[in-house]
């Protein structure tokens, strides 16, 4: 996914570039996240940073960002959960990227994040239920998110991604690609049926 340092216009707002493993509905909603993600509120500067999150229960209150519950199981301490990056996108100028992957570790395994070449740690299949990511994912997520809290009954100015349009193409717009995801027969396989939320 394209790295960007997107505008927010409040603290407690964010942007965020993502992808997602899920499985379950209602309270049995289960995923695994990861990406970057600038909240100031939650990180205390405006820089974009590498973020985690898992939910065993449908965003209540069982979930957690990065390593703040304990949830995940670092093993490699050589990438920083939560960290600031060096470099991020420009308008019209370099492109940066970070490459992730989430994989489960066969049905009696653990979901690894992957970042770049770096097996960074698991969330053990223990957080997860039956119904949920215990055994497998049902659906891959990708994409982007911003939270704009409408304060004065008006949309902020908070962006997405670059915050720019997606017809003004490569170094302007923000972007996902060569999106792949592992079957459970431990294949790569292309991304399929994208769809609008």
């Not at 957690?64 to 100028?93: E, K, M, P, R």
């Not at 215990?134 to 659906?139: L, Y």
Request: proline content about 3%; hydrophobic content about 30%; glycine content about 12%.
């Amino acid at each position: 996914m394209s790295l960007w340092n997107p505008y927010t216009e409040r603290s407690d707002e964010f942007s965020l570039s993502q992808k997602w493993v899920v499985r379950g509905s209602g309270s049995d909603l289960e995923t695994a996240e990861a990406g970057w993600q600038k909240y100031k509120d939650l990180y205390g500067d405006w820089n974009a940073r590498l973020f985690i999150y898992f939910t065993p229960d449908n965003y209540g209150s069982g979930g957690c960002y990065n390593l703040t519950c304990g949830a995940f199981v670092q093993t490699n301490n050589t990438v920083y959960i939560g960290g600031a990056f060096s470099q991020y996108s420009q308008v019209g100028g370099a492109q940066w990227e970070i490459k992730l992957l989430w994989y489960k570790d066969g049905t009696n395994g653990h979901w690894w994040l992957r970042y770049g070449d770096t097996w960074v740690g698991y969330y053990p299949r223990t957080r997860f239920d039956a119904n949920g990511l215990r055994d497998q994912a049902a659906k891959i997520d990708f994409g982007g998110e911003i939270i704009d809290r409408q304060t004065s009954g008006r949309h902020t100015h908070t962006d997405m991604g670059s915050g720019r349009w997606p017809y003004e193409g490569y170094g302007y717009a923000a972007y996902q690609r060569a999106l792949k995801y592992v079957d459970t027969t431990n294949y790569y396989r292309d991304a399929h049926r994208p769809r609008v939320l």
